[in-house]
Structure formats: structure tokens, C-alpha cells
């Protein structure tokens, strides 16, 4: 099966600063990667996606990169604020595999003010 | 207003205790799924259907059980709970072809005694 590593476990950063989230995963057929925030006691909510086809897409002060030579994909967020603060997962789906979504382990983000 | 409906909020119970989990969407959507969610491993996938009658293991399916009578509904069952089923549950639907956002249920914290 696929699987999906995230670094770091926990990221600390003050506020106006970026933050960096990186995940690789493992099955090259692979093709669909979003990434999921998740507030303290609440739901995990999609925040951004990329596919396979596309490199790079941005959202505001978020963006997915994805390299799949490297088999790698990274979460950016800039000018940070402290609502920004929470757990995001990001995850990755095999193509050839449909209904299987593998997430990686989670990055608990906190912004400082 | 569109959502996942997941209920217990909170369950307590002794172990070998048959319980139901329930989840309903009513997005009519295709896709839904079963995750728990434990401190450092991040969410892992329980069961998934594509549709009505489908369903499918996904990473950690022993102990589980799901059925899918009904497009709306997709009830988790636990026939004999164990303490290493003490976790956070999280049920979500997708339209998933074409658009795999997951929307999540709010949760249901089980504790098995």
C-alpha cells in the first residue's frame, strides 16, 4: 500500500512568519494529494489539493508544491497568524486504488503572536 | 444545510458490549468512509464504500464491521469492543468522482473500558 510520511511532527513559529509542511509518499501511481487542517476539538476540513498534473496551485496565503520525481508535496503558509494554529494532515491517493485516501501522521502548528 | 451527521457524540463502554456508530449524509453523496484518529498516528481508514452494497477494508478494519443498505447511511459496528478500540471516530462522505473533498462527521470519542 502507499505511505505517507509528514515532517515535522510539531512546528512553532511567530506570527507574519511562514510555515512549511513537507510529506513524501511512496506509490508513484499516486494522484490526488490534499491536505487537511483539524482546530482543536473540531472536524478536519480540506484546505487545499493538488493533482498529479499540476506542480504547483495557491490559495490565498497557502500553496501546495508537488514534485513526483522526488515524490514529495509540501504545504506553505505565509504571513502566519495565530488562527493559523492547529493539526494539518496531508494525504495521498492511489490512483489505481479508488477510495483509498492514506494520511500521514499529522503536524501540530502553533503561531505565537 | 449539508452535512455528516455522526452520533454518539461520546460513548462509553465495557469491553464485549456489542455498539453502532451511526453516520448519515445528506448530500447524497457516493463516497463514505470510516477513520480513527489516535494521538501520533494521525487518521486511519477503517472501511469505505463507494455505494450502496460496496464496501471495502481499508488499514485497520479488524474488530469493525459497516454496512451500506442505504446511499445516506453507514453505520459502524463494533461486535465485541476492546480496550485497543478506544479512540476518535470520524465518519466522512465524498461525491468523489470528479471531486474527492471528504467532508467529516464532528465525531464520536469512544472509550472502551
Known amino acids: 500500500g502507499e505511505n505517507v510520511e509528514q515532517h515535522p511532527s510539531t512546528l512553532s513559529v511567530q506570527e507574519g512568519d511562514s510555515a512549511v509542511i513537507k510529506c513524501t509518499y511512496s506509490d508513484s501511481a499516486s494522484n490526488y494529494f490534499p491536505w487537511y487542517k483539524q482546530e482543536l476539538g473540531k472536524r478536519p476540513q480540506l484546505i487545499i489539493d493538488i493533482r498529479s498534473n499540476v506542480g504547483e496551485k495557491k490559495d490565498q496565503r497557502i500553496a501546495v508544491t508537488l514534485n513526483k520525481t522526488a515524490k514529495h508535496f509540501s504545504l506553505h503558509i505565509t504571513e502566519t497568524q495565530p488562527e493559523d494554529s492547529a493539526v494539518y494532515f496531508c494525504?495521498?491517493?492511489?490512483?489505481?486504488?479508488?477510495?483509498?485516501?492514506?494520511f500521514g501522521r499529522g503536524t501540530q502548528l502553533t503561531v505565537w503572536p | 444545510e449539508a452535512q455528516v451527521t455522526q452520533n454518539p457524540r461520546y460513548l462509553i463502554t465495557v469491553t464485549g458490549k456489542k455498539l453502532t456508530v451511526t453516520c448519515s449524509q445528506n448530500?447524497?453523496?457516493?463516497?463514505m468512509s470510516w477513520y480513527r484518529q489516535d494521538p501520533g498516528l494521525g487518521l486511519r481508514q477503517i472501511y469505505y464504500?463507494?455505494?450502496?452494497?460496496?464496501?471495502d477494508k481499508g488499514d485497520v478494519p479488524e474488530g469493525y464491521k459497516v454496512s451500506r443498505k442505504e446511499k445516506r447511511n453507514f453505520p459502524l459496528i463494533l461486535e465485541s469492543p476492546s480496550p485497543n478500540q478506544t479512540s476518535l471516530y470520524f465518519c466522512?462522505?465524498?461525491?468523489?468522482?470528479?471531486?474527492?473533498?471528504?467532508?467529516f462527521g464532528s465525531g464520536t470519542q469512544l472509550s472502551v473500558l
Open positions: 494525504a495521498a491517493q492511489r490512483g489505481s486504488t479508488l477510495g483509498r485516501l492514506y
Open positions: 464504500s463507494m455505494n450502496v452494497e460496496v464496501t
Open positions: 466522512a462522505s465524498s461525491p468523489w468522482t470528479g471531486d474527492e473533498k471528504l467532508f
Open positions: 448530500m447524497n453523496h457516493e463516497y
